[in-house]
C-alpha cells in the first residue's frame, strides 16, 4: 500500500481526534491543572495570593473539621455502597423472577435514579423535618413519641438520613445493573447444577456471582466514585451538619472556598479527592483484570 496513503490516513485521523482533545484540554485538562496550582496557594475572594506549597494540606490535616470530614466521608461511602450492592443485588433477583406486573415494577424501580437528585434530597428534606415532616407526624399520631425526631439535629441521626437518601436513588442502578448481567447468563449453567443437586443458595453462589463479578466490579467502581464525591444530597439535607457531622469533602470544599471566601484551601480538600479516588480505581480495575483472566 502507498505510503503517502497511510500518511494521509493518519493525518485525518489526527485532525478528527483534535476537536476532542481540544474539547477535553480546555474544559477538564486546564481546569484540573489550575485547580491542583491554585490549592498551592493562598488565593482568598478578591486577592490572588501567593504561593504557599503544601501549607495548605498540613493546616487542614492537622484540623479538627478536616479529620472528621474525612471519617464522614469513608462511613457515608463504605455503608452506602455496601447497602446500594447488597439491596441491588436482592431486589435484581426478585425482579429476575417471572411474576406477574414485572416489566411495571422494573419500571418503577427505576423512578428514584430517574428523578433529578435536587427534587430527590427536597423531597426528603420534607420528610425529614421536625414540624411538618411526614415521619415524626405519623409517629406522633401513632402515639410512638410525644415529640418529633431530630433527624437533623443529632448528628448520628443526621449521618444516617443523608445514608438512607443515597442508598434510596443508587440502589436501582445496581439493580438493573445486576438485573441485566443475570440475564446474560446462560440457563444451561443454571440447570446443569440444579441436576448436580445445588440448591438456589450453591446456583447463586457458584453460577450467579461469577457471572456477575465484571458487572459487579464496574457498577460498584462507578458508585464508590458517585458516592465519594456526592455533593447535592449532603448539600440540601444538612448542609453538613449539624456540627459539621455530616460533612463531606465535597460540601467542606464548598464551603470553605464559596462561603468562607478561601478558594486555595477549599481547592485543597478537593484535591484530597484525586488521590483517594485513584487509589479506588487501581483496587477495582485490579479486581476486574483478575476476574477476567
Known amino acids: 500500500m502507498d505510503a503517502r496513503f497511510l500518511n494521509r490516513d493518519a493525518t485525518l485521523g489526527y485532525l478528527w481526534v483534535t ?35 503544601l501549607d495548605n494540606f498540613l493546616y487542614l490535616l492537622s484540623g479538627p473539621i478536616f479529620q472528621q470530614t474525612l471519617r464522614n466521608t469513608a462511613v457515608f461511602t463504605v455503608v452506602s455502597v455496601t447497602a446500594k450492592l447488597v439491596l441491588g443485588m436482592a431486589a ?92 446474560s447468563i446462560a440457563e444451561e449453567l443454571y440447570e446443569a447444577a440444579e441436576v448436580d443437586g445445588a440448591g438456589a443458595a450453591r446456583r447463586f453462589w457458584h453460577v450467579t456471582l461469577p457471572g456477575l463479578a465484571p458487572i459487579l466490579a464496574v457498577a460498584t467502581l462507578f458508585s464508590v466514585i458517585w458516592t465519594f464525591s456526592d455533593f447535592t444530597i449532603v448539600y440540601i439535607v444538612t448542609r453538613g451538619g449539624p456540627a459539621n457531622g455530616t460533612h463531606l469533602l465535597a460540601t467542606l470544599a464548598y464551603q470553605t472556598a464559596i462561603y468562607g471566601g478561601k478558594v486555595g484551601e477549599g481547592l485543597a480538600v478537593s484535591a484530597f479527592m484525586f488521590p483517594l479516588l485513584v487509589l479506588v480505581i487501581f483496587m477495582q480495575l485490579h479486581f476486574l483484570r483478575r476476574v477476567q483472566a
Open 19 to 53: 476537536p476532542a482533545l481540544a474539547l477535553l484540554g480546555t474544559l477538564i485538562a486546564y481546569p484540573f491543572l489550575l485547580a491542583l496550582y491554585w490549592s498551592l496557594t493562598s488565593r482568598s475572594a478578591g486577592s490572588p495570593g501567593v504561593f504557599v506549597g
Open 92 to 183: 435484581a433477583l426478585v425482579l429476575n423472577q417471572a411474576f406477574r406486573g414485572r416489566n411495571l415494577a422494573r419500571g418503577v424501580f427505576l423512578l428514584p435514579w430517574i428523578v433529578p437528585t435536587s427534587l430527590s434530597a427536597l423531597a426528603w428534606l420534607w420528610i425529614y423535618d421536625d414540624i411538618f415532616g411526614v415521619i415524626s407526624r405519623v409517629a406522633i399520631d401513632l402515639g410512638l413519641r410525644r415529640e418529633p425526631i431530630p433527624f437533623l439535629a443529632d448528628a448520628l441521626l443526621a449521618m444516617a438520613a443523608v445514608i438512607l437518601v443515597n442508598v434510596w436513588r443508587g440502589v436501582s442502578f445496581f439493580a438493573v445493573s445486576f438485573l441485566a448481567g443475570m440475564q
